[in-house]
């Protein structure tokens, strides 16, 4: 029987994934179904025949591994705000999973990146793109709120960012996954095949906004500590080669994406608020918050827990340099946003005219963003 705890939150084991036919999303349905936690999945999506196809195989697979949630398929279009909202009463999940964006970064990076240079770029500018993933969780977030329905939702579509425009209108996801969440897991990686020991040896604490991946560390700010039994081993490495070597291991290649890793990272995220232990993580957008941190999973929210030394407000520093290395120079008050210069004239570049972003803009900017990467 479905129960509530006494803040009004469900606990009966239910997951919606919504865009679960996508890059990201196909993974997190077979792992999610893989866990004991998981009672009931539910896969969200416009196509239909896919999308029953991926149910189908969850359902198989995670059977042959011993595990029998319910999974079902929902025909979804998150554009429809109404159809949304009655959705979200009918299934009453407990974690929302949202990995649906307009278009995916694996598809509009593959096109960029060949022309930066061209372009005369050393980035380009991530945050240039945010409409395309800004807009589908707007409108989830918006039919949440409404619904009455106390869902805690980790948001998959550029957390760093999308999650702190969201928390300036009320609308914020409990968190996100995948960006810092992959580099310090990469970072782990390579000090356990250095040292030859299991990665759980090894303690990170790191702040860090998506930009740092796809920049140089040598010009992002952040924050890096390392601890070995213990001891703080920090210094015994060239921490910006370490970072970007984690970046690069994590990043994936034109031939193998990083979808399964940032599947696992958005899994695990899902499963920490089912089942919380309180032990450090890392994730982007923890309530709102502007770019990475450690965090901790409780049964009500996922706090940002500052390293040992630091506050809150040196997390937001950090991070709010770190911004303006994906091409955008601030986020108002009403969740408008700024681009940089820099940023700008790349959209010139590609035909598009925006300077700033605001809410009410966000689908128009993004139908340019498609169509721009198109006639690439």
């Known amino acids: 029987m479905d129960k509530k705890r006494k803040d009004g939150h469900m606990c009966n084991g239910t997951v919606l994934v919504v865009g679960g036919t996508g890059e990201v999303g196909r993974y997190v349905v077979e792992y999610l179904a893989r866990s004991q936690y998981v009672q ?18 969850a359902a198989i697979g995670a059977a042959m591994h011993g595990f029998y949630p ?17 959705a979200l009463v009918e299934i009453e999940p407990q974690v929302i999973l949202h990995t649906a964006t307009l278009m995916s970064s694996y598809y509009y990076v593959s096109k960029i990146k060949p022309k930066i240079k061209e372009f005369g770029f050393k980035t380009y500018f991530a945050g240039h793109t945010l409409a395309k ?33 969201l928390a300036k209108i009320g609308l914020a996801p409990a968190v996100g ?9 990469g970072i782990k990686k390579i000090l356990a095949d250095k040292i030859g020991v299991p990665m759980h040896n090894f303690f990170v604490e790191m702040i860090a906004h998506h930009s740092l991946r796809v920049n140089s560390p040598e010009d992002v700010p952040y924050f890096l500590r390392i601890r070995f039994k213990g001891e703080d081993i920090t210094e015994k490495f060239n921490v910006h080669e370490l970072v970007a070597e984690a970046c690069k291991l994590t990043i994936g290649t034109s031939r193998v994406n990083n979808s399964s890793i940032t599947a696992s990272s958005a899994t695990k995220n899902v499963l920490a608020i089912l089942n919380p232990t309180k032990e450090l993580e890392h994730a982007p957008g923890a309530n709102g918050m502007l770019g990475g941190s450690p965090v901790r999973f409780h049964a009500k929210k996922v706090e940002v827990a500052p390293p040992e030394g630091m506050s809150l407000r040196d997390v937001e520093k950090i991070n ?21 210069n820099e940023a700008v004239r790349l959209q010139q570049i590609l035909k598009i005219s925006w300077k700033r972003m605001r809410i009410n803009e966000i689908e128009d900017m993004a139908n340019d963003l498609i169509s721009a990467y198109r006639r690439l």
């Open 40 to 57: 009931k999945l539910v896969v969200a999506a416009r196509t239909e025949e896919v999308g029953k196809m991926i149910v189908k195989n």
């Open 70 to 86: 319910k999974v079902d398929f929902f025909k979804l279009d998150l554009k429809d705000e109404e159809q949304t909202e009655k």
């Open 133 to 165: 993933d800004l807009f589908l969780i707007y409108k989830l977030m918006k039919a949440l709120k409404r619904s009455g329905v106390n869902s805690l939702v980790v948001n998959n579509a550029f957390p760093d960012i999308s999650n702190h425009v």
């Open 177 to 185: 996954s995948g960006t810092i969440d992959l580099t310090v897991y």
């Open 320 to 340: 709010k340099e770190g911004l303006k290395f994906d091409g955008i120079e601030r986020i108002n008050d009403d969740g408008s946003v700024i681009f940089t």
